[in-house]
């Protein structure tokens, strides 16, 4: 079940990442140096992805660092990896 407010985002947490669906949004936390999503360790692929569903998850991953607005995760990437 996704949380409204992910249960790491209510302390401090340096990274949020967000992926929207239709009928959905996952949240989740990097936690050290994982990303935690329902409690679990995932990796950006397998929370941007869902069943037959094959997405870039550069393209529908979105970070918020504390301060900032939300943006894609493909836009903080260095210029010469896109």
Do not use: C, F, Q
């Amino acid at each position: 079940m996704d949380h409204p407010i992910p249960i790491g985002l209510r302390g401090s947490v340096l990274l949020a990442l967000r992926v929207t669906m239709p009928g959905r949004v996952r949240h989740a936390a990097v936690e050290g140096h994982h990303i935690i999503y329902n409690g679990k360790p995932v990796s950006p692929s397998r929370l941007a992805n869902t069943g037959d569903v094959v997405r870039n998850a550069w393209r529908v991953v979105w970070l918020k660092l504390p301060g900032e607005e939300w943006e894609r995760a493909a836009d903080r990437r260095a210029p010469w990896r896109t």
